[in-house]
């Protein structure tokens, strides 16, 4: 029965990703993102109803639009397999079938990913986060301070903590700074008010820890990058332009995010493990 959810939640996630894909395309271009009729953007045909088929459609249409053949972008499986696999695991993470109070973390669950799933793709996409989601997120931790708990067969609305309230402007101080510092030019600041969020919900020994792991993140990306640039060349099989030195943050930042969101894993519990197995 858990499995058989948590698949429902992942073929859920499918369908949400297949929406999001949709806001991600429409968003500030004045397109309704619930009306108007998907077309491919190549030779304007209007898509029927099976070429909308989440994940199903990409793959048998081996990634190409059916009337003009053209190679359909990566980012619309991408971001529907994304949002499957985290709507799997937030339902494996927080439901309790013996604590029905546990759908409000579920529910909670999907909305942040939806939100951070458009923001990260947004961010690829067009090298900015935008203010309707970062605020949007932001209001979200600001929610998740207040969330139920339930105590014996009460459910109570908890008050947060100072500790709390300050961890979302605290989490966010350094990448203000750096913003400020750097006049723009190092990091936008959209990825400061993203951190908003991430340290409400987080709090601030795991927010922090969320950071530290979107770098660690971000490095190791970098570095295939090089790696396979160098393979690349080596080999001689294509030529290669200059390395895009501007690669947006807002998706490592999220990656960071998830880890610890959804694992509990933070950078203290890293150092109590190597002091293990150090001593």
Not at 43 to 62: A, D, M, R, T, Y
Not at 76 to 89: D, P, R, S
Not at 96 to 113: A, E, M, Q, R, T
Not at 168 to 191: C, E, N, Q, T
């Amino acid at each position: 029965m858990s499995l058989f959810l948590i698949i429902i939640s992942i073929l859920f996630g499918f369908i949400v990703g297949s929406f999001l894909n949709v806001v991600v395309l429409r968003m500030h271009t004045g397109r309704s993102f619930v009306r108007g009729r998907s077309m491919c953007f190549t030779c304007n045909k209007g898509l029927n109803w099976f070429e909308l088929v989440p994940v199903l459609s990409f793959i048998f249409q081996k990634g190409k639009c059916r009337n003009c053949s053209v190679p359909l972008s990566i980012q619309y499986i991408a971001m529907e397999l994304v949002t499957g696999a985290l709507f799997g695991l937030v339902w494996f993470v927080f439901f309790d079938i013996s604590n029905l109070v546990s759908l409000v973390p579920v529910v909670f669950g999907w909305v942040v990913v939806s939100c951070l799933v458009v923001a990260g793709a947004y961010d690829k996409r067009h090298f900015i986060l935008p203010d309707e989601v970062t605020y949007f997120f932001a209001g979200l931790g600001i929610v998740s301070l207040f969330f139920p708990v339930l105590i014996g067969s009460d459910i109570l609305v908890q008050l947060p903590a100072w500790q709390a309230i300050i961890s979302g402007p605290v989490v966010a101080l350094p990448f203000a700074l750096v913003w400020w510092m750097s006049k723009g030019a190092w990091m936008g600041l959209g990825d400061a008010k993203l951190s908003l969020g991430i340290g409400w919900i987080l709090g601030l020994r795991a927010g922090f820890s969320a950071l530290v792991f979107s770098f660690w993140i971000g490095a190791f990306f970098v570095m295939l990058l090089l790696g396979y640039r160098l393979v690349v060349k080596y080999l001689g099989r294509k030529k290669l332009g200059a390395l895009d030195h501007h690669i947006p943050f807002g998706p490592f930042l999220i990656a960071g995010f998830f880890v610890v969101y959804l694992s509990g894993f933070t950078l203290y519990a890293l150092m109590m493990w190597w002091a293990g197995v150090l001593y």
